[in-house]
């Protein structure tokens, strides 16, 4: 939603894009079609970023109700000291808690050290696995504006051309070429900004359940160490 307003506003700003008999859709089309060939390359970007946006979010959306399910579940098991249902019910599920706890339950009995080590070497094979997609949105993050700043530059040479060319300055001879470099600079913008904020609500979605897959581990790796106490 933020994004749409974004984008429209930038193509609001545009010399003839603020018709009012023309539609989004339309004013989205005029400027496509004003981009140049530089519309490929941005276009590219947008749609990627959309998909991995789209992706991304029912992802962690899903493993974040799975995760907090398991939590919740094995938590209770542990303070009930109930180790062995605590590990089945991980071994049934693919949420990245579940995967992360139960490695460390399968070295309980190896002492708490090695369940730390597990929990760890765990933790971090599944943070890579919650932290795909990230990197294309940060590398769109960037190359969008980069691209839409090349669009500027080839636009102003194409302007300087013209006017070599011609001999002379005239508006309409340059007025091509800065058209090209406006959009395609705004393009980016517009692209980029968006991409951006999906990709730090992400970052912050997965911050969240880091924390409390790490403090639930904790708690396991407590209950683990006072069952070992009484056992002494």
Known sequence: ??????????????????????????????????????????GTCLGIGILVIIWKFFD???????TKKILSSVNELLAEHR??????VCR???????????AGLERRSEGTERVMKAIENQGL????????????????????????FLG????????????????????????????????????GLAIAIPVSIAHNYFVSTIDSLVIDMEESAQKMIDTLHTIEAKQM
């Open 1 to 42: 939603m933020v994004g749409s307003t974004l984008i429209y506003s930038a193509l609001l700003q545009i010399p003839g894009m603020d018709n009012p008999e023309m539609g989004l859709a339309e004013q989205a089309m005029f400027a496509w079609d004003e981009m140049g060939f530089m519309r490929w390359p941005l």
């Open 60 to 66: 962690l959306l899903a493993k974040s109700a799975r």
């Open 83 to 88: 180790v062995d249902e605590a590990m089945e």
């Open 92 to 102: 049934d599920s693919s949420s990245p808690a579940a995967n992360i706890l139960f």
């Open 125 to 148: 094979l599944e943070l890579s696995k919650l932290e795909k997609g990230l990197v294309v949105l940060a590398t769109l993050t960037n190359i969008a504006p980069l691209l839409g």
């Open 152 to 187: 500027t530059v080839i636009g102003m040479i194409i302007a300087f051309q013209a006017i070599e060319v011609a001999g002379e300055v005239e508006a309409t001879l340059v007025a091509g070429g800065i058209k090209v470099a406006l959009l395609t600079t705004a393009a």
